[in-house]
């Protein structure tokens, strides 16, 4: 069919006259604009473009279209009786338009805040100038957390695994165009845009991820898929994905993301707060036996980095070359599989972390240096080299070794995706993309573990990408906080915004930097990250020297934090306009159950809870309304949950919140019985005249409950039990999982 059929087609965008022009690019750099035959069918809603290239490739895509989107699957084959180095393939959609001032088009794609700590960039802006200054754009385009070698003109390729979607738009309208990924079994999308005969021009690249070519044999088929739509609310983070997210929940295969393995439990690890590799086989079941008497929602105990006798950098898959000798007997006299024995029988789990980076001073890295990357571009550590058969023979054998052999049920995987995410030229053999290798890896791991064991990403740090969720359980979004460096807090927090804003914590779970007492923290900006990290259900992991604890208020302010991590949990932001041209948070944050429950819509709990932060040098003044809320008008009460205190509120609340500080607010009915608050996890209330059926999954010591009314008796599982009270709040132990009563 005629050019101007397919353009009717692409019109349903809504962004223009568009042409779209496919093309494959060699390794030697041609580009091939090949001849496309057209079929549309309009009563289905499909068409296919289809291309042949002198009995050398064959080109088909094919669409389903709908009023404002379209999806797209592309199907390229080596029809040649010889190997084709191919670069990548792409798509030229030229014409894009939203009737506005040029220079206030935009791009917004989450890896800008990783990188530039900027969220959108006008189209003509050059990003990748160090600390540029453009008079049209009132921003610094700093790239200070950008690794080296990592800033480059394409957008979407940076080895720091972002939500794989772009956004275009203009500052003065609500109308976008979206394109995103739909799979990632070979390709990685990413975008060059500009400006030309006064409309946008996007070219989608389909390209290889750790090889600067494919060499595809004969016969070989390669598969993509992709999303392009139209989105009418461009204007708000939270919904610009949306419906490319939908899309996209139908295609991911069933992962370990989506699944309860880090949802409704924690990670005691031994890096953070301090710890780091002074680590021991006593020190570790230690706390693993605190753990297990005092913080219920503990399921994990993770070894973190110096296990291993050379433990001068991170270090970890090439421990297994030097055999028994690689662990640091010192530190466990009795070997690791003896530890991971003695957590199983306290009750609780054993997991590991391992480094895929090999200092050139390991035993390995100096027996075998061809097995290895050379990655000095951005570390003199080096990754293994996945594209070759001996060095996947090793990495098969030293996984095995460190899970079955020594027993550990989980697996934090740090550095881990320097030989599958960089867009550099980096293996050997060019028979397989990144992507490619990166599945294998990852299947290798998930045979050893346990089917209810996780698998938690590290560095390089991931920007919420879903596809990983196949196989890793929760993904670390944010740079360590504990050390007392506030501009690391405030880095985390834009990170952060930009992983939740797409709502897709059902499919992969964000992981903050681990809550713990925070020693390198004052109390006010510990406050902030514990509030943080509860607000935004990201807090898998927790840290520290817990059972030597000196504060006791701050140990009691963390188990009353853990007590429901509900990790993953939708959360939503109060008046954020994310096309600021400056370094800009939502700085109220919400979510629509109790802290301490998975209950949406209890009258007789909080039905919302709110937390207000300050990330400026000096006291500020923020408010929120009932409408901010999502509530109708009506009377509530704000709980404080710290400190217990009452506030009114009908329509508006306004508070003064001093530099670094934070409010964590529980919004509940002001009629009837209401539990306000509570440091246990209540999976379910009911009530009945004067009477509270509560429920909970764990037992614990010091359960401190505040109530609407007083309280005459409390029964845990049917059996009546001291309490202390002081107004409306009862202290108790409860002894048992099971249902608490509560008579007033």
């Not at 939203?98 to 794609?109: E, N, S, V």
């Not at 939500?163 to 609500?174: C, D, E, G, R, V």
């Not at 570790?284 to 050379?310: H, S």
Request: aromatic content about 12%; overall charge negative; some cysteine.
């Amino acid at each position: 069919m005629s050019k101007k059929t397919l353009s009717s087609v692409l019109s349903c965008l809504g962004s223009g006259e568009l042409s779209f022009a496919p093309y494959i690019v060699m390794a030697d750099g041609e580009e091939l604009f090949l001849e496309y035959n057209t079929e549309i069918c309009e009563e289905k809603g499909t068409a296919v473009l289809s291309a042949e290239c002198k009995g050398v490739l064959r080109d088909d895509l094919y669409f389903t279209y709908s009023s404002d989107e379209i999806i797209c699957r592309r199907v390229l084959e080596n029809i040649s009786d010889k190997n084709l180095d191919i670069k990548e393939i792409a798509v030229k959609l030229s014409g894009i338009s939203f009737g506005d001032i040029l220079r206030d088009d935009y791009f917004y794609h989450n890896e800008n805040p990783r990188i530039f700590e900027a969220m959108t960039f006008p189209i003509d802006y050059d990003r990748t100038s160090a600390d540029a200054k453009d008079s049209e754009f009132d921003i610094q385009a700093g790239n200070r957390w950008a690794d080296p070698g990592v800033i480059c003109e394409r957008i979407g390729a940076s080895p720091y695994q972002p939500f794989p979607a772009i956004l275009l738009s203009n500052y003065n309208t609500k109308v976008g165009l979206v394109h995103g990924s739909l799979s990632q079994k070979i390709f990685f999308h990413n975008y060059l845009v500009k400006h030309e005969n006064n409309a946008v021009t996007l070219d989608i690249f389909s390209s290889f991820k750790a090889t600067a070519f494919l060499k595809a044999e004969p016969g070989r088929i390669l598969t993509d898929e992709w999303y392009l739509g139209k989105t009418d609310e461009a204007d708000d983070i939270e919904k610009i994905f949306g419906k490319y997210a939908n899309v996209l929940r139908k295609k991911l295969p069933t992962g370990y993301g989506r699944t309860s393995i880090n949802r409704d439990n924690m990670v005691w690890g031994t890096w953070n707060d301090g710890v780091f590799r002074d680590v021991s086989e006593e020190l570790v079941l230690r706390e693993a036996k605190y753990l297990k008497e005092n913080f219920p929602t503990v399921r994990w105990i993770q070894l973190d980095d110096g296990y291993a006798v050379y433990n001068k950098v991170a270090h970890g898959l090439g421990v297994v070359y030097e055999g028994e000798e690689g662990i640091d007997k010192t530190k466990f006299p009795n070997g690791l599989r003896h530890m991971t024995d003695e957590i199983i029988k306290i009750g609780l789990r054993p997991a590991l972390w391992i480094g895929g980076l090999c200092p050139p001073a390991t035993k390995i890295f100096k027996e075998k240096p061809e097995w290895f990357i050379d990655y000095t571009h951005r570390t003199p550590n080096r990754p293994l080299d996945v594209s070759q058969p001996e060095v996947r023979e090793y990495m098969h054998h030293a996984i095995g070794v460190l899970c079955e052999k020594y027993g550990f049920e989980a697996v934090k995987h740090d550095f881990w995706s320097y030989a599958f995410e960089d867009s550099h030229d980096l293996y050997k053999n060019k028979d397989k993309s990144g992507y490619e290798n990166r599945t294998w890896w990852l299947k290798e791991i998930r045979n050893v573990l346990p089917k209810d064991g996780y698998l938690q990403t590290g560095c390089d740090i991931v920007m919420g990408n879903p596809f990983l969720g196949e196989y890793f359980t929760n993904y670390r979004y944010g740079i360590d906080i504990g050390s007392g460096n506030w501009d690391f807090v405030k880095t985390n927090y834009l990170w952060g915004a930009a992983c939740f804003a797409t709502h897709t914590g059902d499919l992969f779970v964000p992981n903050s930097d681990s809550v713990g007492l925070l020693p390198g923290l004052n109390a006010t900006e510990a406050m902030f990250c514990i509030n943080y990290c509860l607000v935004t259900h990201s807090m898998v992991e927790i840290a520290g020297l817990l059972s030597l604890a000196d504060n006791p208020e701050r140990l009691k302010i963390l188990k009353k934090a853990v007590c429901n991590p509900n990790n993953g949990q939708d959360i939503y932001f109060v008046g954020y306009d994310y096309r600021l041209p400056h370094y800009c948070v939502p700085n109220i944050i919400y979510f629509k159950t109790p802290h301490f429950s998975k209950t949406e819509n209890s009258d007789i709990m909080p039905i919302r809870t709110v937390g207000i932060f300050n990330v400026d040098e000096e006291t500020k003044t923020f408010s929120f309304t009932t409408e901010d809320l999502g509530l109708s008008k009506g009377e509530y009460l704000l709980t404080d949950v710290w400190s217990g205190k009452q506030y009114e509120f009908d329509d508006e609340f306004k508070t003064e919140i001093e530099a670094h500080g934070s409010r964590m607010l529980a919004v509940s009915k002001k009629e009837g019985i209401v539990l306000y608050d509570a440091n246990i996890r209540i999976n379910s209330a009911e009530a009945e005249n004067d009477v509270m059926f509560l429920e909970s999954d764990y037992a614990v010591k010091d359960a401190e409950l505040s109530f609407s009314k007083k309280v005459k008796n409390i029964y845990v599982c049917g059996n009546k039990v001291e309490f202390n009270q002081k107004n409306n709040t009862v202290c108790f132990d409860v002894d048992k999982a099971g249902i608490i009563k509560i008579e007033f």
